[in-house]
């Protein structure tokens, strides 16, 4: 899909998000768990029976418990399925420089 921001310091970017293949996400998952668990956190068994899709709901709050490798490594691998769409060239990997507003 494509989305656009309507506000903020990058409006008018175009990113195109993929999804992530099955078996990458269902790695995603489980090591994210896995992280959030060794971490301390409380997964609710809803989140834990719904899979990846269970993640979606608590996944924020529960990266605060996450040690700072972890973390950047889930958020990495989601970054992964992210690409802008540079003025005059095809979607393109997304480099710091890409993110005025985080």
Known sequence: MEWTP???????????ITRMP???ADKWARHTIK?????????P???????????GGVAM?????MDNDDCDAAFQALL???QIQRPGGM???ILDLDIDDP
């Open 80 to 82: 992964d399925c992210v």
């Open 91 to 93: 979607p393109a990997r």
């Open 6 to 16: 309507a506000s903020g310091a990058d409006l008018g970017k175009r990113f195109t």
């Open 45 to 55: 068994d809803t989140a834990m029976e719904a899979g990846i899709v269970g993640m």
């Open 35 to 43: 992280a959030l668990i060794k971490a301390g956190a409380k997964i």
């Open 61 to 65: 709050q529960m990266f605060g418990f």
């Open 22 to 24: 099955a078996f990458a």
